[in-house]
């Protein structure tokens, strides 16, 4: 790991901050917000429209797929065969 051990652990703070800060400013729990954050109830125009791309199930595949992209990129560090690795 060498020396990126500080930034693993300030992106981890980074990630786990980001998920928690909604629940810490509105004051409302994270499962009312997640039931909150679905298609129907981010219809409309203005900020409602922008927040629509938010919609619970949108993040959900891309959270997935960045885990996807994520574990290839890891698997193709370790079949990598001489040559630079991307980290």
């Given at each position: 790991?060498?020396?990126?051990?500080?930034g693993i652990i300030?992106?981890?703070?980074t990630i786990?901050?980001?998920?928690?800060?909604?629940?810490?400013?509105?004051?409302?729990?994270?499962?009312?917000?997640?039931?909150?954050?679905?298609?129907?109830?981010?219809?409309?125009?203005?900020i409602?429209?922008?927040l629509?791309?938010?919609?619970?199930n949108?993040?959900?595949?891309?959270?997935?797929?960045?885990?996807?992209?994520?574990?290839?990129?890891?698997?193709?560090?370790?079949?990598?065969?001489?040559?630079?690795?991307?980290?």
């Amino acid at each position: 790991m060498g020396d990126a051990w500080f930034g693993i652990i300030l992106f981890s703070l980074t990630i786990s901050l980001a998920s928690i800060l909604p629940k810490l400013v509105s004051g409302i729990p994270l499962s009312e917000l997640n039931a909150a954050a679905t298609s129907e109830n981010l219809k409309g125009d203005g900020i409602q429209a922008a927040l629509g791309l938010f919609d619970t199930n949108v993040e959900l595949w891309s959270g997935r797929l960045a885990m996807l992209g994520f574990s290839g990129l890891i698997l193709i560090e370790a079949l990598a065969k001489g040559g630079d690795s991307f980290f």
